[in-house]
C-alpha cells in the first residue's frame, strides 16, 4: 500500500475517532450525508484519486475451455487465440489467472458477478460506487447496453435488477447532453455539490458535539470555505474540450438496433461512456454486451453467439470470443487516444474492468473465468499475469482504487486483490 493510501486511512480512523468522542455513532454520521462528503471528499483528495474513473465491461459466457486453454497469456504476455486481438494494448492490461466466480458459473443470475449476492452489501459493485463516488456527479452511474434488448442487466441490489440500462446510442447521448444537464464547466458544479454536502452535514451534526470539538469541525469549515473559493475562481474557465456542445456520431455510423450492427453500436456506446467520463458527467460506467444467454449473433459472424459455445466446434466458439476481445481492445485504444482535461490520457485515469459470468461458456464452470483490467495509470501494475483468488476480489480492487474500498461494503472477506494496486 503507497504511503498516500496509509495516511489517508490513518486520517479516516483519526476522524472517526474524533466522532466517536463526540458520541456520534457512525450510522448517525452516515445519515448526515458526511459519507458522502467529509469521509470521501476530503480522503479521496487526499489519496489523489478524485478525479479516476472506472468502466464494468460485461462480457457473456466465458471462453473456450476456460481462460487458461483460449485467454490468458502466459507471463510474458504471449497471447492466446481470443486475447490475441489485445496484442497492441496488452501492455496497459492486467490479465488474471485462476479467477473463481463466486457462485459458480452457469445461466441465470448474472448479477452476481458484480457482487449483488456478497454478504453484507446493498448491490453490485456499480451501484454502490455511485453512491459514494458518484454522489456528486450529474449521473451517479451509467449503464450502456449493447443488444441486451433490457434483459438480463448485471446490475442490481440481490435479485432485484435494475431498469436504467440505455441499450440506444442515440438515446444514450441526448439523456446525457440532450439539454437537461448543464456540461459546462462540469468538473467546478460536482466539487460545489460536495462543498454543499459537507457544510449540510456540518449543521446537521453542530448541536451533538461539545466545545472542543466544535472548535475542531468550525476549522474544518474554515478548509472548507476556502476550497470553496478556489473552485469559484476556476471555475470561470472553459468546459473540457468537445463538453459544451458535444456531436453524437460525427463519423457517421449506422446506430440501427440489430445484431449486424454489433461493430457500431459498441463503438457509440464507448464514445458515449468516454464523452460522460471525460465531461465529468459520471465516474462509473457499466457497458453490458448481450446476456448470459447469448442469444444474439454479431457484426460478420455466423448464426448466434449461443450457437457457436454449443456446436462442439472449439474454432467456431472461438471466433465469436476472440470478436469480443477486438470489441475490448478498441475501447482501450481509444480511452488511451483520448485527452484527460486534468492531463496526459483518459486511460491514465481510467480503470477498465472486464468481467464474465462462465469460465467455460459451454460446460457452464465458474473456475479459470477470462477476468482482465485494464488502464488505470500509475496506480496500477499493468504488463502483467497476476493470479487472483475470486472475482469479488477484483470489486474490492475496483473500490480501493476508487478511493472508497472500506468506505462501502467489502465483497470479500480477503479483501482487494494483491500486486495489482501500487
Do not use: W
Not at 466466480?101 to 449476492?117: D, E, P, Y
Request: with cysteine.
Amino acid at each position: 500500500m503507497s504511503h498516500t493510501k496509509e495516511t489517508a486511512l490513518l486520517k479516516r480512523r483519526e476522524f472517526l475517532k474524533f466522532i466517536g468522542k463526540a458520541g456520534l455513532s457512525l450510522p448517525v454520521l452516515q445519515a448526515s450525508g458526511l459519507g458522502a462528503g467529509l469521509l470521501l471528499g476530503r480522503q479521496a483528495m487526499a489519496a489523489a484519486v478524485d478525479m479516476r474513473r472506472v468502466i464494468f465491461l460485461y462480457v457473456p459466457d466465458g471462453t473456450p475451455l476456460a481462460a487458461s486453454y483460449s485467454y490468458t497469456p502466459s507471463d510474458d504476455l504471449t497471447l492466446k487465440t481470443c486475447s490475441a486481438p489485445l496484442e497492441d494494448v496488452k501492455n496497459h492490461c492486467v490479465f488474471l489467472r485462476d479467477v473463481e466466480i463466486v457462485g459458480g458459473g452457469g445461466h441465470g443470475l448474472t448479477q452476481r458477478v458484480l457482487g449483488a449476492f456478497a454478504d453484507g452489501v446493498t448491490g453490485t459493485i456499480d451501484l454502490a460506487l455511485g453512491e459514494t463516488v458518484g454522489s456528486t456527479s450529474p449521473v451517479a452511474s451509467l449503464r450502456l447496453g449493447i443488444r441486451t434488448r433490457g434483459l438480463d442487466p448485471i446490475s442490481a441490489r440481490g435479485f432485484a435488477a435494475v431498469t436504467d440500462y440505455q441499450d440506444n446510442p442515440q438515446t444514450a447521448f441526448e439523456k446525457l447532453f440532450g439539454g437537461a444537464i448543464d456540461a459546462s464547466p462540469i468538473g467546478a458544479k460536482r466539487d460545489k455539490k460536495m462543498l454543499e454536502i459537507n457544510r449540510a452535514a456540518l449543521e446537521k451534526i453542530k448541536t451533538r458535539l461539545g466545545n472542543y470539538e466544535l472548535h475542531r469541525l468550525e476549522e474544518h469549515q474554515d478548509a472548507i470555505a476556502k476550497l470553496q473559493s478556489d473552485i469559484d475562481a476556476a471555475s470561470q474557465g472553459s468546459a473540457p474540450a468537445g463538453c459544451s456542445d458535444p456531436l453524437f456520431n460525427p463519423q457517421g455510423l449506422s446506430a440501427q438496433q440489430v445484431d449486424t450492427e454489433f461493430t457500431n453500436l459498441f463503438a457509440l456506446q464507448s464514445e458515449n461512456a468516454i464523452l460522460a467520463l471525460k465531461c465529468n458527467l459520471t465516474r462509473v460506467v457499466t457497458m453490458q454486451l448481450g446476456t448470459h444467454q447469448s442469444d444474439f449473433a454479431v457484426t460478420g459472424l455466423s448464426g448466434d453467439y449461443h450457437t457457436s459455445i454449443h456446436s462442439g466446434n472449439l474454432d467456431y466458439y472461438a471466433s465469436y470470443r476472440t470478436y469480443f476481445s477486438e470489441r475490448v481492445a478498441h475501447l482501450i485504444r481509444r480511452l488511451a487516444e483520448e485527452d484527460d482535461p486534468a492531463g496526459g490520457k483518459m486511460i491514465d485515469s481510467t480503470l477498465v474492468v472486464q468481467v464474465t459470468d462462465m469460465a467455460d461458456g459451454n460446460a457452464h464452470t465458474g473456475s479459470d473465468a477470462p477476468y482482465m483490467l485494464a488502464g488505470g495509470g500509475s496506480a496500477v501494475n499493468r504488463g502483467r499475469v497476476i493470479s487472483v483468488g475470486n472475482h469479488h476480489q477484483l470489486l474490492d480492487t475496483a473500490a480501493e482504487y476508487m478511493g472508497v474500498y472500506g468506505n462501502i461494503g467489502g465483497y470479500a472477506p480477503a479483501g482487494p486483490a494483491s500486486n495489482i494496486l501500487f
